[in-house]
């Protein structure tokens, strides 16, 4: 059974940093891909970022590209999502989520993703 946890949210002042952390286990955690997907107030989740079973191949959703970056310890079972230059939009609730992979794909959409987190809360304040 899979079980992920996530840490490292708060709150943080526009251009900032934050760095989560989702810790997962019950399972071999080299079978998957993880992804972050978030969701503000009133919105569906969103996909974040995500990074295969290697850790050799990442994806970022356009917003966050080039301020964000996803990584992967594989010996500790740790995903960690470091969020610099951080923006009011990008309040929300953080979802850490695992995707068993056959190949070191890296999978974009929800429906790849078979278990997440409690989620963790991230406020960026103006």
């Known amino acids: 059974q899979v079980q992920l946890v996530e840490s490292g949210g708060g709150l943080v002042q526009a251009g900032g940093s934050l760095r989560l952390s989702c810790a997962l286990s019950g399972v071999t955690f080299t079978s998957f891909a993880m992804g972050w997907f978030r969701q503000a107030p009133g919105k569906e989740r969103e996909f974040v970022a995500a990074?295969?079973?290697?850790?050799?191949?990442?994806y970022y959703d356009d917003s966050v590209k080039g301020r964000f970056i996803i990584s992967r310890d594989n010996p500790k079972y740790t995903a960690i999502l470091q969020m610099n230059s951080l923006r009011p939009e990008d309040t929300a609730v953080y979802y850490c989520?695992?995707?068993?992979?056959?190949?070191?794909?890296?999978?974009?959409?929800?429906?790849?993703?078979?278990?997440w987190g409690q989620g963790t809360q991230v406020t960026v304040s103006s």
């Open positions: 990074i295969s079973y290697s850790g050799g191949r990442t």
């Open positions: 989520e695992a995707s068993r992979r056959s190949t070191d794909a890296v999978p974009t959409a929800q429906i790849a993703y078979e278990s």
